[in-house]
């Protein structure tokens, strides 16, 4: 892990970017980079290659800067450690992960989530079985036609 928080301290020095800034380039949130630059947590997918691109090649920097003022990306707010999306609190990882899968899919298809739609996708683990994405989304459209009729 060692190497990795070494990395992270390298990026931010050389670029000259704060945890907060590197955090939003990286769409993680910034108690994960924390996490990361301590030693912590490691990295997994691709944030480890973003992580090692970063590391050598200050092309990737600049793209990624101009990435995130592009208007058209969405970013989802949550905390793989606290296990929160939008604030919402889940119990446990497995819930966590489910629900994130599921919006996320969806966000590709243009769904933008609000805090209702996250805390019914919390409340659908009640149910035996995970909802899955398209399920989600037909009961969010169910309840937005009843709300505009």
């Not at 994960?32 to 590391?55: C, F, R």
């Not at 899968?101 to 995970?130: H, K, W």
Request: charged share 30%; net charge negative; no cysteine.
């Amino acid at each position: 892990m060692a190497d990795t928080a070494t990395t992270m301290k390298y990026i931010r020095r050389h670029y000259g970017v704060s945890q907060s800034e590197l955090a939003q380039l990286l769409n993680a949130s910034v108690r994960t980079v924390q996490h990361w630059e301590q030693g912590d947590y490691e990295p997994s997918g691709t944030a480890v290659k973003l992580i090692q691109l970063l590391a050598k090649n200050d092309a990737v920097f600049t793209e990624l800067t101009l990435m995130k003022e592009d208007e058209g990306i969405m970013y989802l707010e949550h905390d793989d450690q606290a296990l929160t999306i939008m604030g919402v609190q889940f119990r446990n990882e497995k819930e966590y992960r489910a629900t994130m899968n599921a919006v996320v899919s969806n966000m590709y298809e243009g769904f933008e989530p609000t805090l209702d739609d996250i805390q019914m996708a919390r409340d659908a683990d009640d149910l035996e079985r995970p909802m899955t994405a398209k399920e989600i989304l037909d009961r969010v459209n169910a309840r937005n036609s009843v709300r505009s009729e």
